[in-house]
């Protein structure tokens, strides 16, 4: 088995990972471990082949098109006026610290009180510094820069903001 993989994919994540396995011995029997092979394999193939463009259309988020011209429309709101950008949040929205919920706004108002809580110069500087080829995209929605925004698309509305990440 190993020599298969490695011959298929050689220096790839997928051996690494495959030598990883084997090197500890993962109790797995025969017939789940080759079917277990197949499947990483097809993922990691898949992953190499993905553009952001499949990504998302996988995901129903809209298209590259709509995407650049929304993240252009982002970073233009932001570099005039931080309280034009609060009108971009879908409420109620939260802000996450360290992965938890540190408050949830239900108002444009409410968030307007707590502005510099909120868009911080890290969230500020992610957004102006994103590029569409970069964006990081889930089913959770589209990532600007190390998750300090994520978007997410309604067909009916376009574009929001749906969390904050400072």
């Not at 079917?35 to 097809?42: E, M, N, R, S």
């Not at 553009?51 to 809209?62: N, V």
């Amino acid at each position: 088995m190993k020599q298969v993989y490695k011959k298929h994919f050689p220096g790839s994540a997928f051996a690494k990972a495959m030598e990883l396995l084997v090197s500890l011995n993962i109790m797995i029997k025969n017939n789940k471990k080759i079917i277990f092979l197949i499947i990483c394999a097809f993922l990691l193939i898949g992953a190499k082949n993905e553009t952001i463009e499949s990504r998302l259309s996988f995901f129903e988020l809209g298209s590259i098109e709509e995407v650049k011209t929304y993240l252009v429309s982002l970073q233009q709101i932001a570099s005039m006026s931080y309280e034009l950008l609060l009108k971009e949040f879908q409420y109620p929205f939260s802000l996450h610290e360290n992965g938890k919920i540190i408050k949830t706004y239900t108002t444009e108002v409410e968030a307007r009180k707590d502005i510099d809580v909120i868009l911080t110069s890290s969230v500020l500087m992610a957004l102006k510094s994103q590029k569409v080829d970069d964006l990081f995209i889930n089913y959770q929605g589209i990532m600007i820069g190390d998750g300090e925004i994520w978007l997410n698309y309604a067909k009916e509305g376009g574009y929001y903001i749906k969390a904050i990440n400072p």
